[in-house]
Structure formats: structure tokens, C-alpha cells
């Protein structure tokens, strides 16, 4: 049997964290490993121990959830984030995004979302709820940018960004382009090494950077 994935959760709200607890260690494949109150507390336990994925809030006293983000993912590479908010701001999404969070969901997402969540970012997915994804997108898609150059990107990994940039996942690119996962995979490793990328949430930010897509992935 896999090793469990292992999170730690993060709120200023008891409740909150025990809702959390309770949803997150009834998955067969995750396990609870500690819990934190504010920001600072959280840098320190994720530091101690080195949970898979941290499920975050944003608004807590002592250090905020994107400050902690920051340091979390600068100190530990192997870590990812998912922010939780009760707000859809576009500025807690671009700062957490920025700041090297993995995903974005809003507090009153379905608990088998938020399983599904861990799951995908702990597999290497960016996760986004539809509605912030889509406000996310369009925030990009309205800038006035200049189209960079993909000349440092092989034909093959230009096609690959495109999809990623067009929300499929590493299935349905396998399918697209006819290659094997292993494949996939390999592309996607360079994608992420030559654009200096953490992960895919900032590859999908890369493809409309680079005007590689101009409409809002398929949700």
C-alpha cells in the first residue's frame, strides 16, 4: 500500500481546523499530520514536518497565509499549497499564486472536492475553483501584453504548454498528441525547468504570457 499523503492544516478558527481534520482523515490515503493557527505557526510545523500539502487560509493573525505560502514553498520544494478563503478577490488569488500556492479553493467547496484537491496537487495538478480560474484567465486575457517568444521552447513542448494552458490534463495531452504518459511527463519536466515554473498553475499563466492561448480553458 502508497504511504498516505500527508497534510497539514492550516486556520485561525478551531472549528474550522477540526472541520478540515475530520474531512481530510477520512480518505483511505490521507492523514492529518498537524495543525496550525496563524502564519508563523504554520511556517514552523510545515518546516518540522515536512507535510506533502498544506491546506491554507489567508486571513489569519500573526503572519498571513500568502507570507506563509511564500515561505513555506521557498524552504521546502517538495511541499504544496492550497489556499482556502471565504473570499474570491483577485488579489488574494494573484498573491497566492504568486507566492507558490497550487491551488485556490473558496471554504464552501464540497468536502469531496477539497479530497480531490489534496490528491491532484500532491500528483503534481494545479487546482482552481471553476469560478476563480475562469476571473483568473480573465485578468490575463485582459492585460495589454506583448506576445513572448517561444523560441527556447522545442515545437513539441510549445503544443504541450498550449494544452495545459487550455486546462486538459495529463491524460487528455497524452490522447491529443499521441504520446505515451512517460512522455507527457518528460515534456512537462522541462517545461517547468526552462520557464522556472513550480508547477503547473504557473505553466497555465505561462501559456497566456506567451500567447499561446487566448480563451479561457475548457472547465
Known sequence: MSPSVRVLVVDD???????????VDGASDLEVVGEAGTGTAAVARAVELRPDVVLMDIR????????????????LTATRV????MFELDEYVHAAL?????????????????VDAVRRTHA??????PSILTRL????????????????LT??????????????????ITQALTISMGTAKTHIGNLLAKLHARDRAQLVIAAYERGLVTAPPRL
Open 82 to 85: 492550497v489556499v482556502l478563503s
Open 98 to 114: 504568486y507566492a507558490g500556492a497550487s491551488g485556490f479553493l473558496l471554504k464552501d467547496a464540497e468536502p469531496e472536492r477539497l
Open 155 to 172: 515545437e513539441r513542448e510549445a503544443e504541450v504548454l498550449t494544452l495545459i494552458g487550455r486546462g486538459l490534463s495529463n491524460q487528455e
Open 60 to 75: 489569519m493573525p500573526d503572519g498571513d497565509g500568502i507570507e506563509a505560502t511564500r515561505q513555506i514553498t521557498t524552504a
Open 124 to 129: 503534481g495538478e494545479s487546482l482552481f475553483a
Open 137 to 152: 484567465v480573465e485578468h490575463y486575457l485582459g492585460r495589454s501584453m506583448p506576445q513572448a517568444t517561444a523560441a527556447d
Open 13 to 23: 478558527q478551531p472549528l474550522i481546523r477540526h472541520s478540515l481534520r475530520l474531512i
